[in-house]
């Protein structure tokens, strides 16, 4: 059963195609990977999901109704989350008031707010802080966060939005690779127990190899291959893409 279904989507920029009539579906708890080298097309494909860049044609539907069209809030409170590559929260507030402010935004008590933001949702905030593994970190600054630790409080921020689809842009980069596997394992388990169907883009091809229940392979904005670990790898034409037809991906790193 597919959750987020992607047809014919196609972008150009002064006249060159960036994203070329690319289509796709996600499947409901499904770990799914879009790789590709430099330019392929992945940061474009991903703007157009969540209303960030309107599509020149295509259709994107989640759970069958049209996202194409919509600001980026609308998309984002229908239920497709994202997480970006450099991460984005508030450094001078806590771990947990980061929390809290999403799951003040979730329950829409921006502009309505009778109790001091500081008291709102702070045990759904250290329940979710929890999952992530930063329950002990709850009343530190963000900005006294290691690397690491921030890609986890992006994702409990994001999950506050109880997201039917998490678009994940890099989670592993600029971070130690005990710190990738430790990421992604948990964003695993997520995937698992909350039945969030997640679509990312990584330039860590043993971090996609290990992880992701299926792979999509972009290059110049055409989609060329899709399927499990093992076919992509005996793929002729990603090994041509990414090394010349050598040995593919063993250790190497491509950029988003």
Known sequence: MSVLSVSNLSKSFGGVDAVRDVSFALGAAEFLALIGPNGAGKTTCFNMLNGYIRPDRGSVTLEGVELVG??????????????????????????????????????????????????????????????????????????????????????????????????????????????RIALMALTGEIIKSEGVSVLFTEHDMDVVFTHAHRILVLNRGTLIAEGTGPEIRANPMVQEVYLGGGTVFKGEANDA
């Open 70 to 179: 919509r600001k980026p809030r609308a998309v984002w409170r229908m239920g497709v989350g994202r997480t970006f590559q450099i991460t984005q929260t508030f450094p001078s507030m806590t771990v947990r008031e980061n929390v809290q402010m999403a799951l003040i935004s979730h329950h829409r008590r921006t502009l309505n707010m009778t109790r001091r933001a500081t008291r709102l949702y702070a045990e759904e905030a250290d329940t979710l802080l929890a999952r992530v593994g930063m329950a002990e970190e709850a009343a530190r600054p963000c900005a006294e966060l290691a690397y690491g630790d921030l890609k986890r409080l992006e994702l409990a921020i994001a999950l506050a939005h109880r997201p039917k689809v998490l678009l994940m842009d890099e989670p592993t980069a600029g971070m130690a690779p005990s710190e």
